[in-house]
């Protein structure tokens, strides 16, 4: 949060889209805890053989989203804040469905079983897989930098044509 202006320059960010950027990510960063949540929680949902659940949590929640975002600019004026602020909403909803979901189907996730003490061979093992998944997962982001780099430089009409293809996709 405190990197975020020195962040947006170093995107090459328009002057006249920095105020506004930085509190949209300002807030998005508060609210990563909801996307993280219910990245983990679909992911342990397919890992039970529940693929449905989160894609149409996922839907329910883009579509929601958009929704939200059309209607607080449209008649509440919110600007670039509100649209992140129901970002977070939208996403913690998502995390919070996702999981009443999960109990519900599976309801040994429910048992209060006593917490057991894992071991330094299991931690490192977990660490191994985790940093590779990781070091996977920063590909696309990566990728996606570049873009963003490329296309800040070509002017804040094109920025919005982006902003407004990606949040349809």
């Known amino acids: 949060v405190l990197l975020t202006r020195p962040i947006l320059g170093w995107l090459q960010t328009p002057a006249p889209l920095l105020d506004e950027a930085e509190s949209f990510l300002k807030i998005t960063f508060f609210g990563a805890v909801s996307t993280v949540s219910f990245h983990i929680l679909a992911?342990?949902?397919?890992?039970?053989?529940?693929?449905?659940?989160?894609?149409?949590?996922?839907?329910?929640?883009?579509?929601?989203?958009?929704?939200?975002?059309?209607?607080?600019?449209?008649?509440?004026?919110?600007?670039?804040?509100?649209?992140?602020?129901?970002?977070?909403?939208?996403?913690?909803?998502?995390?919070?469905?996702?999981?009443?979901?999960?109990?519900k189907k599976f309801p040994t996730l429910r048992s209060c079983a006593s917490p057991r003490i894992i071991s330094l061979k299991e931690w490192k093992t977990h660490l191994r897989k985790g940093l590779s998944?990781?070091?996977?997962?920063?590909?696309?982001?990566?990728?996606?930098?570049?873009?963003?780099?490329?296309?800040?430089?070509?002017?804040?009409?094109?920025?919005?044509?982006?902003?407004?293809?990606?949040?349809?996709?």
Request: hydrophobic fraction near 55%.
């Open 43 to 103: 992911h342990l949902s397919h890992f039970l053989g529940d693929r449905k659940t989160p894609l149409t949590v996922l839907l329910f929640a883009c579509v929601g989203n958009v929704t939200a975002d059309v209607l607080l600019l449209k008649f509440c004026n919110f600007g670039v804040a509100g649209i992140a602020v129901t970002t977070v909403l939208f996403r913690s909803l998502a995390a919070m469905i996702c999981l009443i979901c999960l109990l």
């Open 133 to 169: 998944l990781g070091a996977r997962s920063l590909v696309l982001p990566t990728g996606i930098l570049g873009v963003q780099i490329v296309l800040n430089g070509l002017g804040i009409d094109e920025i919005a044509a982006y902003a407004a293809a990606e949040k349809i996709e």
